[in-house]
């Protein structure tokens, strides 16, 4: 087995590993992955001799095709822009209830000093 990379999380080493084996490059992660939950801290990749250049070349074109579909202003499905559309919606009840809650305030604090 040779040494593919090192990445920060759990998460990270189940997309690559799910990634190339859908390719049927077969992954070894070292530490061994465990638990429902990632954890983070560094987790090694290692693939077959055989698969390393091909691994490498489809790491290299996932990441490429993904700074391009960022790049070329289309907007994917949970994106930064996801909901965007939404905003002005949900932020006018947000915007009215502060208003009522400042009102109320100072209505009260203007009768408190009256009384």
Known sequence: MVHLLCVQ????????????GSDGIFT???PPLG??????????LYVGEE?????????SADEYQS???HDD????????????????FLGTPARLALAILVLTSVLLLALTRAG
């Open 28 to 30: 070894e992660v070292r």
């Open 67 to 69: 700074r391009v579909s």
């Open 9 to 20: 999380h759990e998460f990270h080493a189940r997309v690559i590993t799910a990634r190339l």
């Open 73 to 88: 202003g289309a907007v994917e499905m949970g994106g930064p822009d996801d909901g965007a559309a939404m905003q002005p």
């Open 51 to 59: 698969d390393v250049q091909l691994a490498r070349a489809l790491l």
């Open 35 to 44: 638990g429902p939950y990632p954890l983070p801290g560094e987790v090694h």
